[in-house]
């Protein structure tokens, strides 16, 4: 498996959610660590955020990611937070389309409670088919998440014909 995770000390880990007032505090914690509606976040259905990005470009002001899922066909630069890497070489698909999957439910799981950040080299193409494949996993039909990255991330999101056929053949869900 080429994912790589940069930190393993999770916050979730240290806390005792099975005491009721520390599981509501931590709720309450979790909420507030989303991202704020912006340029580059998409909202998906469910009302989760996913911010997208080109990686060419500075980190946006404001607060940092708490896990990003960068999309390079080689290693990224080190970041301070949590990270993942598929291998996904420009304008082309996943290397592995079975860890794609993982990696994106992963991603998509914790874009409920935490900042999660989908970059690549640009921020269109590549992070376009992510986060359409995100809004399939959300609820979105196949044949409608190019059309829904695009009227809500960036016109120009999901680059090539393969991307989008990535992207309709996606079925069920992932269920780990």
């Known amino acids: 498996m080429t994912a790589a995770v940069a930190r393993s000390d999770d916050a979730r880990t240290q806390i005792d959610a099975s005491v009721p007032a520390v599981a509501g505090t931590y709720r309450r914690f979790m909420q507030s ?16 955020l996913v911010r997208g990005r080109g990686l060419r470009r500075p980190v946006p002001p404001g607060p940092l990611p708490t896990f990003g899922v960068y999309l390079l066909g080689r290693t990224p630069p080190p970041v301070d937070w949590e990270s993942m890497w598929l291998h996904w070489p420009d304008f082309w698909l996943p290397r592995d389309r079975e860890q794609a999957e993982q990696v994106l439910h992963v991603a998509w799981q914790r874009a409920a ?12 193409g590549r992070t376009g088919t992510a986060l ?17 990255v695009r009227r809500h991330y960036d016109r120009h999101a999901v680059e090539t014909p393969w991307q989008r056929r990535y992207v309709q053949r996606l079925t069920a869900p992932y269920v780990p």
């Open 113 to 124: 409670t935490e900042r999660v950040e989908i970059a690549c080299g640009g921020g269109r």
């Open 132 to 148: 359409a494949c995100l809004a399939v996993l959300d609820g979105v039909p196949p044949h409608e998440a190019v059309a829904f």
């Open 33 to 48: 660590i989303t991202w704020e509606p912006g340029p580059g976040v998409l909202c998906l259905p469910s009302g989760r």
